[in-house]
């Protein structure tokens, strides 16, 4: 209130998070319509209903082959190359605030709201930064960090200080019936595993497990079955609580061994994107995460050559998996972050 109105389009997912984003935006005096994004088979009926109650024009956008090609086929190609991946890290800034949005703006849409809670501010230069939500505890920002200039300059994140009772509290005043309960992990695999998506290729071929030292204790159910870190399930007794320490995808390959071993000083980060400035030329000490629920480490982030960064630890950081995201943080603010490549020495 009080301050600019702009027509903006809130991307309607059919959960509470944006349905309550739309309705801050409302009230905020904005002029507000939605789109949707079709990437299953199965219909947006809940978003469509929202958007009814809301009483906004409503648009659905079909993204299906788009979100095949550019979000489950390599998701699916990482698992058979022994990584375990974050889809939500690549369809955000490629499909979301990538196809999405793009097609938003194309109905004169001048800004594009989500549920997120993030939250978007300006440095005195002029360049867009990308900030942890208020409340921690349901901060997305970790999912965040492969956004652009181009895509952080349109956003609006109406939940970025808002927290999760606040936008129940928000769509029942409103009389919005929202299904009760969180979005589910991975929104394209409704049966909640992931292993339905895969196909029946090398990822799920049985192979030898071996120990840390190279002898071979026992036989796994496919690679696709396992991550770094993982300790029940593995079907070997060695005498020691046993747990992942690699995924050896060449060698269709688990190696097992101390929990000790699963502790490293650094890793490798490819496919890097930085927020405040464009490249990363000299080290910077900031705090890491390594995974979407990992507490922020200390830790020195140096360039490596191309789009890749060496992340070296303060303390050793346990299970660190490739394919998935670490992501650097100066404070509240994302800094940046890149895809956990496997150890190249």
Known sequence: ??????????????????????VILQEEGHCVFAVTMRHTEAPPSAAVKIARALGVEHHIFDLRELFKNEVITPFQNDYLRGFTPNPCVVCNPKVKFGALMDSALQLGAERFAT????????????RYLL?????????QSYALYGLKQHQLGRIIFPMGTMRKAEAREIVRRRGIHVPAGESQEICFIPEGDYRHCLPDQESMRPGPIIDHRGQTVGQHRGLAHYTVGQRKGLGVALGYPAYVLALDAAKNTLVVGFESLLYKDECLVGNTNFIPFDHLTEELRLEVKVR????PSPSAVSPAGGERAVVKFEAPERAITPGQAAVFYNGDFVVGGGTILKDEG
């Not at 109105?5 to 944006?18: E, H, I, P, T």
């Not at 900030?131 to 901060?139: C, E, I, P």
């Open 115 to 126: 549920g997120h809670y993030a939250r978007v501010r300006r440095d005195p230069s002029g």
């Open 292 to 295: 979407y629920t990992a507490v």
């Open 131 to 139: 900030v942890r939500a208020r409340h921690l505890n349901k901060d």
């Open 1 to 22: 209130m009080g301050g600019p109105v702009f027509r903006v389009a809130v991307a309607l997912s059919g959960g509470v998070d944006s349905a309550a984003a739309a």
